[in-house]
């Protein structure tokens, strides 16, 4: 592959991971995210194939495999299951609306833009120059996380973040060692299904329920 | 101390001073009255009718509330005792009686404080709503007299630099400059507000009065019957005697025999019975002019006194 | 060979009550793996003072002072939870009886969550102490939904989305630590062992490294409970089953801090010892103003010891900035004696619990009149848990104080000491209602149904914890040379 | 071999923790006193070899005190609270064999009791940071269980123990701050390397551990505003442990403010004493008019600790202030005064404590306005009562008398050097005194008037008989020796000097007794303590004999006369509230008494009255002006905070994204 259009392929991998991301924002379907989810992890694998390929590191592409088939596969399938009984239910009264969220999702892309300038700099490869990317995906995961009142959108935005994290790792080191890579894709696949478990679980116990329903807990 | 004193000497003093306060007491409450009935142009009657009231009561029978414990029949005895043990070694009409080294002003004061509180102890021990009054009353003028009456005698120690009370004397017998000073003036003004108040005298007590509400000592002392009665009322008299010769020999100290032998004595007794007819006489004449203070007036009087003998104390620090 | 058996040994535990479906010898069985991995735990800390570093399972795992240090306060921490743990699954509320299969599921949960966190410690390589922590997230969320109430799946999920951003946060820190590693020279297969980044930092980038352990702070420091992202811990402290609430206080925070206190080794050879001190004062400072704050209104005793643990991580937060030997020799002595009392605590309150039927502080009147041993066990608790002598969290509060004035810190001291002071008046007034007052007529029969006093086999790994809290606290011998030790390995 | 007898005074008191902890029901209070009263008389015995020879008694060991070392040099100056503490120890535990009220008798209250007295014994001697602190805190939380030792009937007592808890941790936290200030400054743990340092250490740091150091010391010796938990903590606390606290415990605190302040630092600028002496001024007046107006017998004896700890704190600041201006003769002078006030306190308030315990013992209450005739009904207990309230009013011939009068005298003599602080300071501090001494002769005839003479006024009053044979063996021991010192004081007055002379840089040309006499070097006239007890007895003796001879008819038992009343009930005897009335319409300023009337009419007509009852309540000014508006901010506070944790998980997130946004902004 040669050095531009390695280049422009895994800008587009990386930017789409993003634009997954600020979509994610955008939808109300679950269905939708759950799809857009799917798409983020195929992308992310795909950035892990291009570096890998262009590295020629095994281990990479290795991880790549366990990323598309975790990310892309086990854990959309998994969560459309899981949220098969209301699939058809949506985020109808998200905590920050969609506008205000695209533009708060607008500030922390700059954000992230300015604050990860020092990293992409000091990585010096051309990829590490996306590293502003993945740490945008982690910031607007966590919006998620903040701004969704359904169960379903948490897990996801806990995905986001570690998607993004895990964009960034790819782009600045290149992956870890192959076996803690394993261990960590391992735990976020732990993760979710635990959440997912429990929010079944809620579901039994409480009927559909809003994660701001949840407030039986404070001092 | 000054030599020359035989131990002799010295007990004989002791002696003398001890007679002295023991008759000289209740005479000097026997001329007191007399001046204030002649002044309220009454006869009165004679000047030694309290000794003879003495004589009488103490032939008396003794009774003490049933419900009373030993305290009720000790509290005289203690009362006049520690008048007694003043007495005895305070410099009344010698700087050097017997044991005269160890009369020191403040102690002088906690003893006399002893026989206060064991004449309220005693009325309290009769259970009576007066006895308590009387005790409650005496405690809380005795309580507010002290910080007057131990900082007016700061300011006669620190020139002396001692508490000593023939020490005083003596210094200020040899600096008589000191007797004009500002300190000596206004500690004398406090004493005498002490005095008049420690010694149940108008206008913050009423001696004579049995009017049920204003009583202060005379509440105390209503229990007591016979010879009690007659401990009582003398050690009343001779702390009267005591505070008196004390405070003349504080502040006007000439007369007080220095050295020993007849002569001197002999005009020390002259010039204390002096003193005596002439404070006596003073206190009287105000007596008749001055109404008894509300009892809550009294603290006022009191700290007053306080301020003085503070304004004292600070005078010696600005007059060297 | 002897670090592969103490980390097998809790799982074998496991294995056992997996096997023994729950039964009572199954759980006990357990307990003997925990104990047995305390008493391993402690002959390895003789070799390592012996020997030099220990390592096995070529090289992945490896132990110096520290790691022992925190292996033996898992393994004394464990043994206690387990045992109180035996009988914890029949008291499940909605069974009523015992469900042998949801013991079982307990029982392996707990080992697991046993073996995760000394794999934590005694992980040579950062990487693989971030999966482990992140697997005791995982397992203990079970555990603390484990009673399947409303409160509980609550807590449980708060838990488990907070705790996951913050170790997310972690490893993000470590992907930077891992960056400027490789940038220094390190080889990526072994560039994230502590040796090797403990030998290289001198030369990482200090602009990265500022960064890295930024994160690291806020992500493990979810995980410790440390302010702003302590906000899972009340919670889940309170809704969890008595003994996981003892693990996860006693343990689990401060094997999170283990992690920040290897990084601020790191930190202090890249940095210099002054930015990591400054994080760590500003979020031991904030945790401590917090937990005042938040327990002068306390109304639930559980979330009143939880406020308790987020008060003393800040403290040892406080402690680590000091940073030199004394301070850190007095964090680990804390350490070790908050993870004794604190359990003990959370244990007895779980018997209260059961006994009175509410964790409401107001619900709770005249215990020591009403429960002697067990009104005595949370008030002796209390009296360690607020550091009065003679047990161990006065001689290091005190240490540390000490430690901290002689580097400069001493203002922050005194800002500790008067948040310490309002948790002090806060906590004796809620203790004051609890435990004091006459016994008075006996309650209704309707409100709880367990009147007799605990077991002798339950009451006495509480007190035998509270002894040893207070033995630690007066004598010197048996630790303080594994203490200094282990304060050598990250403080310079 | 002193340090040999200081480590078997401590296993003596664990020894005794352990049989109290062990022992069998039946000799659990007799195994663990005997064993607290066998470490008091070992202690007594390093004490009293201590300030006879001089040595120290010197332990230290690594072994115990993780990341420290225990370390105890028992000096001269501590050697003296040893001594008092042994001997206040002794008598509360003789006491203790008889005394069976307030749950003392419990396993919990039978281990902790030795292990405060073992504490108590021990703190003088510690001697560096951490020992002294540990054995500080062991003492207070050791205190504070037995003060809660009968929570189960009174909520008073819990009220007390969260009031005494906060106060000692105030305390403790100030205690703390300062030491380690001083520690690390010096780069020592040592009291012996500190006082060697501290000289050369910045103004600000020997001044702010020298306040923090008050602070913290004040507050467990009670000094106001500190003493918010002393009148309700001593009054709740078992009749031995009172005792304890107040005769031993506060001394403590002035130990420490010497220690500290002339040990450790040798002295300091004129306003670190001015402060001392305000603080014992206030203490004094405050305390003086809260006992004097207070009705319950053990909450006037507990203000009156605090009304004698501001005496100590007189002599103290006044010493430090001599020192300060060179007066090196004048400050020992002065220190002295303070400390014979220190011992002669424990004897008199030990006494009254213990006495004031088998009041309640017997008559079941301390309420003065409930007892009332026990004199008569405690043939001994009642009289020991009278000697230590004899005492405590500085009469002749009891002790107090005498530390009064040293106290008078340094002020005094210390009033012609010239120098501004001081002749301010004295005249004030000798009014202080006067004035303290003339409520405490008023509040000490009050308690003894209502509480032993006169009528009972309650059945149980009416009732009441004399304590068992150990307690007012207890009791009497400790009024023996204000009887003793009262007339003897040459017997305690030198050692006083040595354990004072210790303190580096005050030092006396001549002793202060002239045979049986208190005498100032140099200075004409003396205090003959003995010659007065001699002339009291001897004059009281002829007085006697003397109404025995002229009447000799038998004294008649009558009903009191009262001005003619028919019947003399104890319905219409004063009331101690009576009896204090006046003075709190003196100071009704600083008490602002709070006067609630109650008038029952009559059902016919509301014209007549049936019944009118007058409660006058005074609280401490203290407490409703700082310490419950400090609480109630406090309060306010945390229910502000309380609201900021919802229970929203989106809130708590954003906590984090706001946390990592400011990371990110700040450090990338």
């Not at chain 3, 003072?49 to 220990?54: F, K, M, V």
């Not at chain 3, 937990?291 to 559980?302: E, F, G, P, T, V």
Request: a positive charge; one cysteine or more; charged letters at 10%.
């Amino acid at each position: 592959m040669s050095g531009s259009s390695y280049f422009s392929v895994l800008t587009l991998a990386a930017g789409t991971v993003l634009v997954c991301a600020v979509a994610i924002l955008w939808l109300a379907s679950i269905r939708a995210v759950i799809s857009m989810v799917a798409v983020q992890g195929a992308s992310l694998g795909l950035v892990a194939v291009v570096l890998g390929v262009h590295l020629h590191d095994a281990g990479l592409l290795a991880a790549a495999a366990v990323v598309v088939v975790v990310k892309a596969v086990v854990i959309p399938v998994l969560l459309g299951r899981a949220s098969g009984s209301d699939s058809g239910s949506r985020e109808s009264r998200p905590l920050v609306n969609v506008p205000a969220s695209l533009v708060a999702s607008a500030a922390l892309i700059v954000l992230a833009f300015v604050t990860g300038r020092g990293v992409a700099h000091f990585v010096g490869t051309r990829a590490g120059a996306l590293v502003p990317i993945g740490i945008a995906t982690m910031l607007i995961g966590f919006f998620v996380l903040v701004a969704r009142r359904r169960p379903t959108f948490q897990i996801v935005g806990l995905l986001m973040v570690d998607n993004g994290i895990a964009l960034t790792a790819f782009l600045c080191t290149a992956g870890f060692p192959f076996l803690i890579e394993l261990g960590v894709s391992f735990d976020v696949l732990l993760g979710v299904v635990v959440l997912m478990v429990l929010s079944q679980r809620l579901r039994l116990e409480f009927g559909d329920v809003d994660l701001d329903e949840l407030q039986e807990l404070h001092d | 101390m000054s030599t020359g004193w035989s131990i002799t000497s010295m007990s004989a003093i002791s002696l003398l001073q001890v007679v002295l306060v023991i008759v000289g007491g209740p005479l000097l409450l026997g001329f007191m009255r007399k001046v204030r009935c002649r002044m309220e142009g009454r006869v009165g009657p004679p000047v030694h009718q309290p000794l003879l009231d003495l004589r009488k009561m103490a032939g008396r029978e003794r009774t003490r509330p049933e419900h009373a414990s030993w305290v009720f029949p000790l509290a005289p005895v203690v009362l006049v005792a520690t008048t007694l043990v003043v007495a005895a070694v305070a410099p009344l009409l010698a700087t050097d009686p017997a044991f005269g080294w160890s009369a020191d002003l403040f102690a002088v004061v906690f003893l006399l404080l002893l026989g206060s509180v064991s004449l309220a102890l005693g009325a309290l021990d009769t259970g009576t709503a007066f006895g308590g009054m009387g005790a409650s009353r005496a405690m809380t003028i005795g309580a507010l007299a002290e910080p007057a009456l131990l900082v007016a005698i700061l300011a006669l120690s620190v020139p002396a630099h001692s508490s000593n009370l023939p020490t005083i004397i003596i210094r200020s017998l040899a600096h008589p400059a000191w007797l004009a000073t500002p300190e000596r003036v206004l500690a004398l003004v406090a004493f005498v507000i002490v005095i008049v108040a420690e010694s149940g005298r108008l206008p913050v007590d009423n001696p004579s009065t049995h009017l049920e509400l204003t009583m202060i000592h005379e509440a105390m002392m209503l229990e007591y019957a016979g010879p009690d009665l007659a401990l009582v009322k003398l050690a009343e008299s001779m702390r009267l005697v005591v505070l008196f010769t004390l405070l003349a020999d504080l502040f006007v100290p000439w007369g007080i025999a220095t050295s020993p032998g007849p002569w001197h004595l002999a005009v020390a007794l002259a010039s204390t019975a002096g003193k005596l007819v002439v404070l006596g006489a003073a206190l009287a004449v105000f007596e008749v002019t001055v109404a008894k203070l509300r009892l809550f007036r009294v603290p006022e009087l009191l700290a007053g006194a306080f301020v003085l003998a503070t304004l004292a104390v600070l005078s010696t620090l600005v007059v060297p | 060979m002897l670090l592969m058996t103490i980390l097998v040994l809790p799982l074998l535990g496991g294995t056992a009550v997996a096997l023994g479906r729950g039964r009572t010898w199954s759980a006990w069985a357990a307990v003997a793996s925990n104990g047995g991995a305390l008493a391993l735990g402690i002959i390895a800390a003789v070799r390592v003072l012996r020997e030099g570093p220990l390592s096995g399972a070529r090289g992945t795992l490896r132990a110096d002072a520290l790691s022992v240090f925190m292996v033996i306060v898992i393994g004394a921490i464990s043994l206690l939870a387990s045992w109180l743990g035996v009988r914890t699954p029949a008291r499940a509320p909605e069974d009523g009886h015992r469900n042998p299969e949801r013991s079982a599921v307990y029982g392996v949960l707990v080992q697991a969550f046993v073996g995760f966190m000394i794999l934590a410690v005694l992980a040579a390589n950062v990487g693989v102490l971030w999966v482990a922590v992140e697997a005791t997230t995982i397992v203990t969320a079970f555990l603390v939904g484990f009673r399947r109430t409303r409160g509980s799946l609550e807590a449980s999920w708060k838990y488990i989305v907070i705790c996951s951003v913050g170790i997310a946060l972690a490893f993000l820190g470590t992907v930077f630590v891992y960056l400027a590693a490789l940038h220094a020279g390190g080889h990526s297969a072994h560039a994230l062992d502590w040796t090797s980044l403990m030998a290289h930092a001198r030369h990482f980038d200090p602009s990265l490294m500022r960064l890295a352990f930024g994160l690291l702070v806020l992500g493990y420091g979810t995980k410790v409970g440390l302010a702003p992202m302590h906000t899972w811990l009340p919670d889940a402290h309170s809704q969890a089953p008595a003994p996981v609430s003892a693990l996860m206080s006693g343990v689990l925070l401060t094997v999170a801090f283990y992690a920040i206190l290897r990084f601020k080794a790191v930190t202090d050879v890249a940095l210099g010892p002054g930015f990591a001190r400054t994080l760590l004062v500003i979020v031991g400072l904030l945790s401590l103003a917090l937990a005042a704050s938040l327990l002068i209104a306390q109304r639930d005793y559980k979330r009143m010891l939880a406020y308790s643990s987020i008060e003393h991580m800040g403290l040892i937060a406080l402690g680590a900035a000091a940073g030199i030997r004394l301070a850190i020799a007095a964090v680990l002595l804390h350490i070790l004696g908050h993870g004794l009392a604190k359990s003990v605590l959370f244990l007895t309150s779980g018997e209260i619990l059961t006994a009175e039927g509410t964790s409401r502080i107001d619900g709770v009147r005249s215990l020591v009149a009403r429960r002697p041993a067990l009104g005595g066990l949370f008030g002796v608790g209390l009296v360690a848990l607020l550091g009065l002598p003679p047990f161990s969290l006065f001689t290091s509060e005190l240490v540390m104080v000490r430690a901290e004035f002689e580097v400069g810190l001493g203002w922050a001291a005194v800002l500790a000491m008067v948040a310490m002071v309002v948790v002090f008046i806060a906590v004796v007034g809620h203790a004051r209602h609890m435990l004091l007052g006459p016994a008075g007529p006996p309650r209704p029969a309707g409100s709880s149904g367990v009147t007799a006093p605990p077991p002798r086999w339950v009451a006495a790994p509480l007190i035998g914890g509270l002894v040893v809290c207070g033995f630690i606290g007066v004598f010197a011998w048996p630790l303080s040379g594994l203490l200094t030790a282990a304060a050598r390995v990250v403080a310079t | 071999m002193t340090a040999a007898l200081l480590v078997a005074t401590a296993l003596m008191g664990l020894a005794g923790t352990a049989a109290g902890a062990i022992a069998p029901v039946r000799f659990r209070i007799a195994l663990s006193s005997a064993l607290t009263i066998a470490a008091c008389a070992l202690g007594f015995v390093v004490g009293a070899e201590v300030l006879h020879s001089g040595h120290a008694a010197v332990v230290h060991t690594t072994t115990l005190m993780p990341l420290a070392s225990f370390s105890l040099a028992l000096d001269r100056f501590g050697a003296l609270f040893v001594v008092i503490t042994a001997v206040v120890g002794i008598c509360a535990m003789i006491f203790r064999f008889g005394y069976d009220g307030q749950g003392l008798a419990s396993r919990t209250a039978s281990s902790i009791l030795p292990l405060f007295v073992t504490s108590l014994l021990l703190v003088p001697a510690a001697s560096n940071v951490t020992t002294f602190l540990f054995l500080w805190e062991l003492m207070a939380i050791t205190s504070l269980l037995l003060v809660l030792t009968d929570h189960a009937r009174r909520s008073e007592v819990q009220v007390a123990g969260q009031w005494y808890a906060v106060m000692t941790q105030l305390g403790a936290a100030a205690l703390i701050l300062g030491l380690v200030l001083l520690a690390t400054r010096s780069g020592s743990q040592s009291f012996a390397v500190i006082a060697v340092r501290s000289a050369h250490l910045p103004a600000w740091v020997r001044s702010t551990a020298f306040v923090l150091a008050v602070v913290g010391f004040g507050s467990k010796a009670g000094a106001v505003p500190l003493h918010v938990w002393l009148p309700r903590a001593h009054p709740e606390a078992p009749g031995p442990v009172s005792a304890l606290m107040s005769a031993a415990m506060v001394n403590l605190g002035v130990y420490g403010i010497v220690r500290v302040g002339m040990g450790l630092l040798s002295g300091g600028p004129a306003w670190w004493w001015l402060l001392v002496m305000g603080l014992g001024a206030l203490s004094a007046m405050f305390g003086s008019l809260h006992s004097a107006t207070s009705k319950d017998l053990k909450r006037l004896l507990a203000y009156s600790t605090t009304d004698n700890v501001g005496l100590m704190l007189l002599g103290v600041g006044a010493s430090g202030l001599f020192a300060d201006t060179g007066h090196r003769a004048l400050a020992l002078l002065a220190l002295v005064a303070a400390l014979l006030h220190v011992v002669f306190h424990a004897v008199f308030k030990g006494s009254l404590f213990l006495s004031a315990s088998s009041v309640h013992q017997a008559a079941g209450s301390t309420d003065l306005d409930q007892l009332g005739g026990l004199l008569r009904r405690m043939p001994v207990s009642g009289p020991i009562f009278l000697v230590g309230g004899l005492a405590i009013a500085a009469l002749p011939p009891f002790c107090g008398f005498v530390s009064e009068w040293l106290l008078l005298q340094s002020m005094l003599h210390g009033l012609p050097s010239g120098d501004v602080a001081i002749a301010v300071a004295m005249p004030i501090g000798v009014g202080v005194l006067a004035l303290t001494g003339g409520l405490t002769a008023f509040t000490f005839t009050k308690a003894i008037g209502i509480g032993l003479l006169g009528l009972p006024r309650t059945q149980d009053a009416e009732r009441a008989g004399e304590v068992g044979r150990p307690m007012w063996i207890g009791a009497g021991l400790l009024a023996v020796l204000c009887l003793v010192f009262g007339v003897a004081p040459f017997l305690v007055i030198p050692s006083v000097v040595d354990a004072a002379g210790a303190v580096p840089g005050l030092h006396l040309a001549g002793a202060l007794t002239r045979g049986w006499n208190v005498a100032l070097p140099g200075v004409p006239g003396m205090l003959a303590p003995g010659l007065v007890a001699i002339g009291l007895v001897g004059f009281g003796g002829l007085v006697a004999l003397g109404r025995h001879l002229v009447q000799q008819r038998p004294v008649r038992l009558t009903e009191a006369w009262g001005c003619g009343r028919e019947l003399q009930t104890a319905r219409m005897e004063y009331t101690a509230t009576s009896f204090g009335e006046p003075l709190t319409r003196v100071f009704e300023d600083v008490l602002s008494p709070a006067r609630d009337v109650d008038v029952s009419h009559l059902a016919e007509s509301r014209y007549y009255t049936e019944a009118a009852v007058i409660h006058t309540t005074i609280d401490d000014a203290f407490e409703r002006r700082v310490y419950r508006p400090a609480d109630r901010m406090l309060v306010r506070w945390g229910a502000v905070a309380r609201r900021v944790p919802n229970g929203s998980v989106h809130r708590y997130l954003a906590f984090g994204l706001v946390a990592l946004i400011v990371v990110l902004v700040v450090l990338a």
